[in-house]
């Protein structure tokens, strides 16, 4: 046998020591580290939590920034509520419309155990100005515009557009998000009041064309019950709604990342986040602003 064959067989062999002995190292993780892997599993969700949070919190300060710092785009600020106001503007009514005319069948099947069909105009305007309107409102802007705002941020995100609007000395965030954050805040309330008026039409659809309920009592009680500060909780809320919902949407769409599956992702966590919060925040201020 020549002395290269033997050589040869050497190497092969200190090779196949080498990875015999490495191998249980690799494979049997120390105690320290399967100790790290069990609380990277735990607090990992919330450290992401507190994470998401924290730059929505950051965006938000940010585009409040740019309120009182010039320049001011008023074509992306009107184009922005041209989207969001006039584009919702349909939806919302008839949204509004069907919610009035199905929350009217049921207030009178249960007053009718009563007999106080006529109390049926006041509840329906009080639950669409507190509740209905406002909230309902929120969700249906969520779903159309604050999708399409986190879906169209996110793709120029993607596609370093807005990196490339940086690069010229625009801050992306004066430039794309606060115009969306201040059409969806200033026209949410007018949305709002598009839904009670077209819900409560549907009420006196139902109520007085359909089951032949008195008008005169209808509007009266529309007219003692409704409180202005029925009203003032609903614009209240669907302010707060406007920015929260178009804060978050933004935010899901202005840092998504993984391309056109990332963009997805980014739009249905900036959806059902946003509802979540809509209804989390509507507790809130309704608690705050009743007197129980």
Excluded: H
């Amino acid at each position: 046998m020549s002395r290269g064959s033997i050589a040869s067989r050497e190497r092969r062999r200190y090779t196949l020591r080498e990875l015999t002995n490495t191998a249980p190292d690799v494979a049997r993780p120390s105690v320290l580290e399967r100790l790290a892997r069990i609380v990277d599993r735990v607090f990992a969700p919330v450290l992401a939590l507190f994470d998401d949070l924290g730059t929505t919190v950051v965006l938000a300060g940010r585009t409040l920034s740019w309120a009182i710092r010039p320049p001011v785009r008023i074509g992306q600020i009107l184009a922005a509520l041209d989207f969001v106001g006039f584009g919702s503007a349909f939806i919302v009514g008839l949204v509004g419309l069907f919610t009035g005319m199905a929350f009217t069948v049921s207030i009178i099947v249960g007053f009718r155990q009563f007999s106080a069909e006529g109390m049926v105009g006041g509840v329906v305007a009080l639950a669409l100005a507190r509740e209905l309107a406002p909230v309902l409102t929120a969700v249906v802007v969520t779903a159309r515009a604050g999708s399409t705002m986190a879906s169209e941020l996110g793709n120029m995100r993607v596609t370093e557009q807005i990196d490339a609007i940086t690069t010229m000395g625009v801050s992306p965030v004066q430039y794309l998000v606060f115009p969306r954050v201040l059409a969806a805040t200033l026209t949410l309330p007018l949305l709002a009041t598009c839904f009670g008026i077209c819900g409560q039409l549907g009420a006196y659809v139902v109520a007085v064309m359909w089951q032949g309920l008195d008008p005169g009592a209808f509007l009266d009680n529309i007219r003692r019950l409704l409180a202005v500060s029925d009203l003032r909780m609903m614009v209240t809320k669907s302010f707060v709604f406007g920015f929260v919902v178009s804060v978050i949407c933004c935010k899901k769409g202005f840092y998504a990342s993984g391309g056109a599956r990332g963009v997805g992702e980014g739009t249905a966590k900036a959806v059902v986040t946003s509802i979540v919060v809509i209804f989390a925040v509507d507790y809130l201020l309704t608690s705050n602003m009743t007197d129980i």
